[in-house]
């Protein structure tokens, strides 16, 4: 099983940015943690990053032609924004779990709206970093009871 974790803008500064809410932990540990998770199921994970709406597009797209069997995605900011990766996600019809390290309903009601949530089959958000762990759970338990 092939799974893409792609993560969108800022989520490069996970230590930095807003420890209070995003947590100490970096983003080089949440990739190890979730490698970890996967080697332990024979799931073969690969980590994409981009602060560029379009780049989260094309790594979209080229999980199609990799023929990955799910996306877990955690937009950022674009999230609340982007119909153009709602559009490129409805595209490639790719299992899609959608996560957010924060709790987003307690927040700004600007966080409120998601437009990739038309089309995950799940949204996972405010467990931290655990939240990716139970979107990869999602997926394998999917792909291998289904
Ligand atoms: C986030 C929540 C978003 O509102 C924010 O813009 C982010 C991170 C989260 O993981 O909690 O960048 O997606």
Excluded: W
Excluded at 62 to 80: C, L, M, R, S, W
């Amino acid at each position: 099983m092939k799974i893409l974790v792609l993560n969108g803008p800022n989520l490069n500064m996970l230590g930095i940015r807003e420890p209070d809410i995003y947590g100490k932990s970096t983003y080089a540990d949440l990739c190890r943690l979730i490698r970890e998770h996967c080697d332990s199921k024979g799931i073969c994970v690969t980590f994409k990053q981009s602060n560029h709406e379009g780049d989260l597009v094309d790594y979209i797209q080229q999980a199609y032609f990799e023929k990955v069997d799910g996306i877990v995605i955690n937009p950022g900011a674009y999230t609340h924004t982007s119909v153009a990766l709602l559009d490129a996600l409805k595209a490639v019809c790719i299992p899609t779990v959608e996560v957010h390290i924060s709790d987003v309903d307690s927040r700004e009601n600007f966080r409120q709206i998601s437009y990739v949530s038309k089309i995950a089959v799940k949204t996972i958000k405010g467990h931290g970093f655990d939240g990716y762990i139970e979107a990869i759970d999602h997926l394998y338990s999917d792909r291998v009871y289904n």
